[in-house]
């Protein structure tokens, strides 16, 4: 019995041992795939090409100062544009938070049975692997030119983005409130209602507030293609050559996504 109690303390750290040689393992493994995936990338991503940099800085520089006197004769119609692209991208965070809710908890393997989590995060893959540009190009193309394209385009890949997070954070409750209103002879929608939604609510507003962020900038590129918004006036403006009027525009772009950043971390502290 001594003995016996004896050799199991000696037993503890041999396995430790061999679980951080393990791990150790594991870790060089990557670090190793790691780098073969940048040796193997190196050419075909032309990174050979990263002396231009250096040769061609007189180029750069002369391009850049064009941007070094900003423009603002036409301001009020910047802002104006700039006002449009908030439009764009609020209107396409709020119909994906409306859709991914539902499609959030169909996702998560805790809430729903195989032959529903999988149908869904397939459809949400599709909506997150095809970029926003896509979505635009292909709704300018069925809709026509205009904000709605944008709206659309930023709807349907935050859909995928924000579902997934969404099915994530369910995926990571703790079931025993969830099983304590289930004893009381709840349905099933009450127990999300009541036992799902109140754990992931600080995580899901987060994650709204985030991608809204990021939808302003979005919708900033959207307009390039025909989206609407100050994108399309900054594409203008550069093909024109009028770099004084694009340095003006890229300040408002600059301002307004620094003062949404601000928003957002005000409205976390409420709501969080």
């Known amino acids: 019995m001594t003995e016996t109690s004896q050799s199991l303390p000696a037993a503890a750290p041999s396995l430790n041992a061999g679980r951080d040689w393990s791990r150790s393992i594991g870790n060089g493994a990557i670090l190793l795939g790691l780098a073969v995936a940048l040796v193997l990338s190196w050419g075909p991503a032309d990174m050979a090409s990263w002396t ?4 061609d800085a007189g180029n750069m520089a002369k391009y850049a100062s064009g941007f070094l006197h900003p423009k603002f004769d036409d301001w009020r119609f910047y802002v104006e544009e700039m006002i449009v692209t908030l439009q764009i991208a609020l209107w396409g965070t709020f119909l994906s938070l409306i859709v991914s809710i539902p499609l959030g908890i169909l996702a998560a393997h805790n809430m729903a049975p195989a032959w529903i989590v999988h149908p869904c995060r397939w459809l949400l893959n599709v909506f997150r692997a095809i970029h926003e540009v896509v979505w635009a190009v ?3 193309v069925a809709v026509g030119l205009g904000p709605f394209a944008g709206v659309m385009a ?13 099915s994530e954070a369910v995926e990571a ?31 899901w507003v987060s994650y709204f507030l985030y991608r809204f962020e990021t939808n302003v900038r979005s919708a900033t590129i959207l307009g390039v293609i025909g989206a609407g918004g100050i994108g399309q006036v900054l594409f203008e ?12 525009i890229l300040i408002v772009v600059v301002v307004t996504v620094s003062l949404t950043d601000i928003l957002s971390q005000q409205l976390r502290k409420f709501f969080l």
């Open 237 to 248: 403006s550069i093909r024109g050559f009028y770099y004084p009027e694009s340095a003006a």
């Open 154 to 166: 930023l709807f349907v890949h935050n859909t995928g983005i924000m579902a997934k997070l969404f």
């Open 173 to 203: 409750i703790d079931a025993r409130p969830v099983e304590g209103i289930r004893a009381t002879g709840a349905t099933r929608v009450q127990e999300v209602i009541f036992g799902v939604i109140p754990q992931v609510m600080p995580l």
């Open 138 to 140: 292909l709704f300018v």
């Open 52 to 55: 231009h940099l250096f040769t």
